[in-house]
């Protein structure tokens, strides 16, 4: 019987010297929640209303509450936007609240030397407005599913290749995004002890995913033409159906807005 | 540099979507003629890629992290054009979808993120380039290119800040939108971008460039120089807008008169003098004393002075180049 040579019953004690890798780890989570909210935005049930009501309600807010000097007008507004965010889902009222009010303390911060200083502290409604915009950016979105989005843009009548190249963007975000986060997966795994070379690393996974990004473009060429696309691109617009419930209603407060925007001014 | 609504007042925001118009116009006729329909779906995927390698955090020295916007390496990579539509497509999506940057401020954000910083840096590249011809002068003029690109588009972003104070405000004086003038917002935005924004671009575009230039170099879009004709159209835009200047109330830190420098006050104390060398030293007498000409109104009058200038440095730089090509035939005939 043999027995173990005493060199190899001994633990081994390579221990690699520590290094801070939280470039990947920030970039791992950076593209993660980017694939998360695109998952999550395909999964947002369609909603009843139309998506292009509800980006003219979108719009027509922000301009408003951007031009109006009116303290009143903006209460009015707000309480508008916050009517309609209540009527959202949970997970998608938190989506959109949790933005707006994080976007809201960024500016907050930065304009407290103002507000502080100022009398009256006018600056307060410099955060408020901020606030605002930033709400009604992401009620919109995180009510919208991204298929939607370009149907409304198409209704629009913008451009063709202007849809055509939204649309591809938005799906390959997520293809490309998934090979980003495989890339840093594996960047991780194998950094073992101390990198000294990290930004030729993050080169070499930043380049890769440009070599296959043209990749992609050579190949979904292809795949277009054998479909028969010969450079011209019709996008679907949305159907005209029975308005929903819900499109009345933005319509009346998108009209409600206006006239009080017409009659309490821009003023203060 | 993602500037959200209400940071700036509507009139600029419009202001700069109209200035993005003709950019974005003659940035699809171009790409229309440089991208072939065969790779029509690169924009879309070119798009992806920009909103992508915003999202990748850099390691800097100390172990801090940032992350960089990527024009100067779409610019070098894909040409400028197609770089300024593929970081609009990405603002777009950031500003739809994820509400990073705002609606009505999206022509700001394409003005400083999609045309300056590509167009600059690319400039610089290929200047560099040209003059170096080794790998490592294409990398350096990369290098700095991605640097100086990202800090003009810091430099714009705070003027645009800065102005609002001037442009927007109540009748009290009190600003509506941004509140800081250019002396706070113009160190606040440029030194984190000096020291750490505009390393973390350089590193990131070098890194990448290199890491595609070696595995797979055919992939780099075969660079024709563009036209200079944005840059004159950027040019003339700015004389337009140069009458601004008008509305903010007194004289340029170190610009007085001799009618002014008396009640210059340093400390909350009046100067209260005119130093003697101001008094007796030349008096120049200009064509166009304080950029007005009498019988127009003030404002035409900065528009002429500012097409003045801009046409005498035109004929200088222009005449000066001439002159070094001259030179430089003569020295290789020698």
């Known amino acids: 019987l043999t027995t173990l040579p005493s060199w190899l019953a001994q633990t081994d004690p390579y221990r690699p010297p520590e290094d801070r890798d939280r470039f990947i780890d920030k970039s791992l989570r950076g593209i993660s929640s980017v694939l998360g909210k695109i998952k999550e935005s395909a999964a947002t049930p369609r909603p009843r209303g139309s998506a292009l009501v509800r980006l003219l309600f979108t719009l027509e807010v922000i301009v408003l509450i951007s031009v109006s000097r009116n303290v009143s007008f903006i209460a009015l507004g707000l309480t508008a936007q916050l009517i309609v965010l209540s009527l959202l889902p949970a997970r998608a009222l938190w989506r959109a609240l949790s933005r707006g009010l994080a976007v809201g303390a960024f500016a907050l911060v930065i304009g407290l030397p103002a507000i502080l200083f100022s009398t009256p502290p006018r600056a307060i409604l410099f955060t408020v407005k901020i606030f605002s915009a930033a709400l009604a950016a992401m009620t919109f979105s995180a009510s919208t599913p991204w298929a939607e989005l370009t149907r409304a843009l198409a209704t629009l009548r913008l451009p063709g290749i202007f849809i055509l190249t939204l649309d591809m963007a938005i799906r390959y975000l997520s293809l490309l995004g998934d090979l980003g986060l495989g890339l840093l997966t594996s960047l991780r795994l194998r950094s073992v002890g101390k990198n000294p070379d990290k930004t030729k ?21 292809q795949a277009m033409e054998c479909r028969g696309f010969c450079g011209d691109y019709r996008p679907p617009r949305e159907k005209r159906t029975k308005p929903a419930v819900s499109d009345i209603g933005l319509l009346l407060t998108c009209a409600f807005l206006a006239a009080a925007f017409f009659f309490l001014g821009k003023a203060s | 540099m993602h500037i959200p ?18 950019v974005w116009a003659l940035a699809v006729k171009n790409v229309k003629k440089e991208i072939t329909r065969e790779r029509l779906p690169l924009l879309g995927i070119g798009a992806a890629f920009s909103f992508l390698i915003m999202m990748f955090n850099v390691p800097l020295p100390g172990g801090t992290t ?9 610019a070098a990579l894909l040409g400028p054009w197609a770089a300024t539509i593929a970081i609009s497509i990405a603002l777009l999506l950031q500003a739809l979808l994820f509400g990073d940057g705002g609606i009505l401020s999206f022509g700001a954000n394409c003005f400083n993120m999609a045309f300056v910083i590509p167009f600059a840096g690319y400039f610089i590249y290929k200047a560099v380039k040209d003059r170096v011809k080794s790998q490592t002068g294409e990398l350096i003029g990369l290098g700095v290119g991605s640097y100086v690109g990202i800090n003009l588009a810091a430099l714009c972003a705070a003027i645009e800040f800065g102005l609002q104070p001037l442009l927007a405000h109540d009748a009290q004086g009190l600003p509506l939108y941004c509140p800081y003038p250019l002396s706070v917002s113009v160190p606040a ?11 973390v671009e350089l590193l990131f575009t070098v890194a990448i460039f290199a890491f595609v230039k070696k595995t797979a170099p055919e992939t780099i879009r075969v660079a024709a120089s563009p036209k200079t004709k944005p840059l004159f159209i950027l040019l003339f835009a700015l004389i337009c807008l140069s009458p601004i200047g008008l509305l903010a109330s007194g004289t340029a830190w170190g610009e007085w008169g001799q009618d002014e420098i008396a009640s210059v006050s340093s400390n909350g104390n009046a100067l209260g003098f005119v130093p003697a060398g101001m008094k007796t030293g030349i008096n120049l007498q200009t064509l166009m004393p304080d950029y007005s000409l009498s019988g127009l109104p003030e404002a035409v009058g900065y528009i002429l002075a500012a097409f003045a200038g801009a046409a ?16 430089g035939v003569k020295k290789t005939e020698s």
């Not at chain 1, 930043?206 to 473009?217: D, H, I, Q």
């Not at chain 2, 940071?7 to 003709?22: E, I």
């Not at chain 2, 005498?312 to 030179?327: C, D, E, G, H, T």
């Open chain 2, 189 to 199: 935005m440029l030194i984190p971008h000096l020291a750490v924004a505009g390393v």
């Open chain 2, 66 to 74: 940032g992350h960089a916007v990527g024009g100067t390496l779409l």
């Open chain 2, 5 to 22: 609504d209400n940071y700036l007042s509507p009139v600029t925001c419009a202001v700069l979507g109209a200035a993005m118009l003709p």
């Open chain 2, 312 to 327: 005498i440095l035109v004929i200088a730089f222009k005449l000066m180049s001439m002159l070094l090509s001259r030179n």
């Open chain 1, 201 to 221: 690393a993050l080169g070499g996974v930043a380049g890769t995913l440009f070599v296959r990004s043209r990749e992609c473009a050579e190949e979904s060429l």
